[in-house]
């Protein structure tokens, strides 16, 4: 389970980007993140994966704290950035098994992982080529592969779609609830909102660095579309 | 984990793809002239720099050229580069988020970019190396003091290079155009050193990075 209590973030101690946030997601969640641009939904996002600091409140994953357990909480957790920067000079197979070596993935499940989710994602092919190569989106599905291959508790995504063709962004659905029904928890930031719409069990709407609706999707949106809603309140 | 990101580091950094683009296998032709030209360059210079401690018999001065030298490179290059290998790493969304300690995650930044300043250094001074042991008979005893004195010898130059070089990346942050001050910064302190070292305030003898009675030792093993 992963909890986000009041949790607050100020750059240069000035510009306050997420305010008391809280947030709880339970096992199976598949939790769509929505906002206007620089609302503070990759703050929040970067705050969970430990990549920034936050200036209150605490985060917790199964009773892992991110500021005082990190190695245990990184563990159980996968980061995608929306432009993930990989090595350009390793080969997508190379990046992969750099990513599974950091978790100690056995070379038998990591391969096994791997041809799974390349098939899955069409890359079987490219993954022996150089990184250099590569589209944004076959990045993109590298640093999914990379992500799926230690099979996490919990996935975070900075806009997952951005960039993957159609068949690709099938796939990432389907997968997203393959991972949800094994017991893990997904929380993706997106501003497809058709997506999120019928993709997620669960949503979140953040302006101005505070959560002004948040909970099961059916309840939060009751007869109203998601583009609707996020247009009243927006 | 360390030698793991250490050898990713590596390839990343020194990797043929990473110095010459993704374009490698397209333009090997270019890319050997390139280096032709660069390590002709490099060691036609090298050499006549050497060359003219030899012909006045400098043996001693030629060791202070070589140690400031590799010194003041390795300043230069810390300076350039510690930022983004120690304190903002570009790849800190991929690394950032993966069980690594920090501190191993560090160490392996940290070595890459002194092998990164040594590589340089090596490079830039290994013609002068080559003069030095024509002018001088090899000995055993003097090339491991000159091995020890050339690993040692930037140490302090490259630590103050990081830190003024964190220094400037966190004074050029809080402006708007942080790059362009950045920039302006850097050639503010290039200027500083180069026109305190112009009237004499700093030159090899009294510059306090080289410890002179060990080019001294050398010089007379």
Known sequence: ?234 | MFFKLLRVFFKENFGVRRLFGSKVANSKGRIILFVLLFVYSFLSIGFSSGMMFYTMGLKRELLLYIASYSTGMGFLFALMQANGFLFQFKDYEIIGPLPIKPLTLLLAKLSTMMVFIYIVTFVLTLPLFIVYYIFVPFNLLGFILLLIGYLFFPLPAIILGSFLSLLIARISKNFKRSNLIQTILMFALFLTIFVISMIGGINAEQGSFIPVWVIDAISSV
């Open chain 1, 1 to 234: 389970m992963l909890e986000i209590k009041n949790v607050s973030k100020t750059y240069d101690k000035k510009k306050l980007a997420i305010n008391e946030i809280s947030m709880s997601l339970e096992p199976g969640d598949l939790y769509g993140f929505v906002g206007p641009n620089g609302a503070g939904k990759t703050t929040l996002i970067k705050a969970i994966a430990g990549i920034i600091n936050y200036d209150s409140g605490t985060i917790t994953l199964d009773g892992y704290s991110i500021s005082k357990n990190p190695i245990e909480f990184k563990k159980l957790l996968a980061y995608i950035p929306d432009h993930p920067d990989l090595y350009e000079s390793l080969s997508g197979r190379q990046f992969i098994d750099f990513v599974a070596d950091a978790f100690a993935i056995s070379l038998e499940r990591r391969n096994e992982l791997i041809a799974k989710y390349a098939g899955k994602f069409e890359m079987l092919e490219a993954l022996d080529k150089p990184i250099s190569t590569y589209s944004h989106g076959m990045k993109q599905k590298t640093a999914l592969i990379a992500a799926l291959v230690h099979e996490p508790k919990l996935i975070l995504l900075d806009e997952p779609f951005v960039g993957l063709d159609p068949k690709a962004a099938f796939a990432l659905k389907q997968t997203f609830k393959e991972i949800t029904n094994n017991g893990a928890i997904i929380l993706f930031s997106s501003h497809v909102l058709e997506v999120v719409e019928k993709l997620c069990n669960k949503i979140a709407i953040i302006k101005q660095g505070e959560i002004i609706a948040d909970g099961k999707t059916g309840i939060v949106l009751k007869d109203r579309s998601l583009e609707n809603f996020f247009m009243e309140i927006a």
